[in-house]
């Protein structure tokens, strides 16, 4: 049996530092049993949880609200 309902999203973004290289920030989030958990990592530092996975989550909650991200599941005919 496929275990249906869980989902896996993997983000992976280069977020600019401050002083240096470029941070690469990856977040995975797990779908499943009605919750979401996310696990972040990153070459900076800090290595994860910092402020580049915010900034990372912070984008993707920016383009989820534009049109272009809705408009296939608008599409979806009951
Ligand atoms: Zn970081």
Same mark, same amino acid.
């Given at each position: 049996?496929?275990?249906? %309902?869980?989902?896996? #999203?993997?983000?992976?973004? #280069? #977020?600019?530092?401050?002083?240096?290289?470029?941070?690469?920030?990856?977040?995975?989030?797990?779908? %499943? %049993?009605?919750?979401?958990?996310?696990?972040?990592?990153?070459?900076?530092? #800090? %290595?994860? +949880?910092?402020?580049?996975?915010?900034?990372?989550?912070?984008?993707? +909650?920016?383009?989820?609200?534009?049109?272009?991200?809705?408009?296939?599941?608008?599409?979806?005919?009951?």
């Amino acid at each position: 049996m496929n275990s249906i %309902g869980r989902e896996l #999203v993997h983000i992976h973004g #280069v #977020v600019l530092g401050n002083y240096r290289a470029d941070y690469e920030t990856d977040i995975e989030f797990h779908l %499943g %049993g009605g919750r979401i958990r996310f696990f972040t990592e990153c070459t900076c530092p #800090v %290595g994860y +949880q910092c402020k580049h996975a915010a900034a990372l989550l912070f984008q993707c +909650q920016a383009l989820r609200s534009t049109d272009d991200f809705d408009s296939e599941a608008a599409d979806i005919d009951f």
